[in-house]
T-cell receptor, first 112, second 112 residues
């Protein structure tokens, strides 16, 4: 199993550009989530999904959209990038919310 | 919603000493408490977890204790080694919000 994969590993955007961060898992996990990690702030939940077709907002959802059309994939979209979205983004998956979450390798995003 | 406080934010110990990191949570419905270790530039990885029906759990040099009444849980690392140096995150899940909320992390440095 590849586990949780994320692409790209690094990305530089200009303010106002849009992009999609990809996340996929091959463990048949129902629960998937996106976190951002900033220095001194820990891991903050952006959006999560409890299954295909179901998504919900986390602690810091503004400026991000998600969709879950399949069990395997959970892309995160930045509609109009802002410097405040410079961060490291982690995708995670688990069988359910109160279970071991497996993290992807992360995407380091810089918005100029 | 759930709020997780973690202390201390930094911890420096001599090799061979013990290290203790403490977390408190606010949602009494939370029932799952994992601890993650994150090395520099890497993804968070689960090192131990505990559920609310257990008061203590051990795995070699690592132990976690849970006090449901006081709503706090702690990570204990004995006989610390330089490779234990990393950032450690606690989290609480399974509560009314239905997702995992992380503390802000503790940077542990083990000096040889």
């Amino acid at each position: 199993n590849a586990g949780v994969t994320q692409t790209p590993k690094f990305q530089v955007l200009k303010t106002g550009q849009s992009m999609t961060l990809q996340c996929a898992q091959d463990m048949n996990h129902e629960y998937m989530s996106w976190y951002r990690q900033d220095p001194g702030m820990g891991l903050r939940l952006i959006h999560y999904s409890v299954g295909a077709g179901i998504t919900d907002q986390g602690e810091v959802p503004n400026g991000y959209n998600v969709s879950r059309s399949t069990t395997e994939d959970f892309p995160l979209r930045l509609l109009s990038a802002a410097p405040s979205q410079t961060s490291v983004y982690f995708c995670a998956s688990s069988y359910w919310d109160s279970d071991t979450q497996y993290f992807g390798p992360g995407t380091r995003l810089t918005v100029l | 919603g759930e709020n997780v406080e973690q202390h201390p934010s930094t911890l420096s110990v001599q090799e061979g000493d013990s290290a203790v990191i403490k977390c408190t949570y606010s949602d009494s419905a939370s029932n799952y408490f994992p601890w993650y270790k994150q090395e520099l530039g890497k993804r968070p990885q689960l090192i131990i977890d505990i559920r609310s029906n257990v008061g203590e759990k051990k795995d070699q040099r690592i132990a976690v204790t849970l006090n449901k009444t006081a709503k706090h849980f702690s990570l204990h690392i004995t006989e610390t080694q330089p490779e234990d140096s990393a950032v450690y995150f606690c989290a609480a899940g399974g509560g009314s919000q239905g997702n995992l909320i992380f503390g802000k992390g503790t940077k542990l440095s083990v000096k040889p």
